[in-house]
């Protein structure tokens, strides 16, 4: 059984940055961060294969997002750079059992998840 608990959400004006955490347990091989701003529907941000390292990122985010692992730690982590309002939303970690590598990707399939932790950015 995998658990996940997300932290490091909160407010932060347009430029900002935040460094969200996922703590995991169970296997964790293909993980993720998806978001969901009022009345949009669930956008796939990021994921990373444990066994290789392969990041995968949603267009939005590409150059301003980091996706990284502590593997010692169960530890997902989110680093946002560069945040505007858009990025507004609840904001949730996933994990999925899947594999080769090519599989984990920002989408469907994802059968594992936190409660979320809300971002708001202000312009």
């Known amino acids: 059984q995998v658990q996940l608990q997300e932290s490091g959400g909160g407010s932060v004006q347009s430029g900002g940055s935040l460094k969200l955490s996922c703590a995991a347990s169970g296997d964790t091989r293909c993980m993720g961060w998806f978001r969901q701003a009022p009345g949009k529907e669930r956008e796939g941000v990021a994921t990373?294969?444990?066994?290789?390292?392969?990041?995968n990122y949603g267009d939005s985010v590409k150059g301003r997002f980091t996706i990284s692992q502590d593997n010692a730690k169960n530890t997902l982590y989110l680093q946002m750079n560069g945040l505007n309002p858009e990025d507004t939303g609840i904001y949730y970690c996933a994990a999925r059992r899947v594999w080769p590598s090519y599989l984990c990707s920002p989408g469907p399939g994802f059968n594992y998840w936190g409660q979320g932790t809300q971002v708001t950015v202000s312009s």
């Open positions: 990373i294969y444990a066994g290789d390292g392969t990041t």
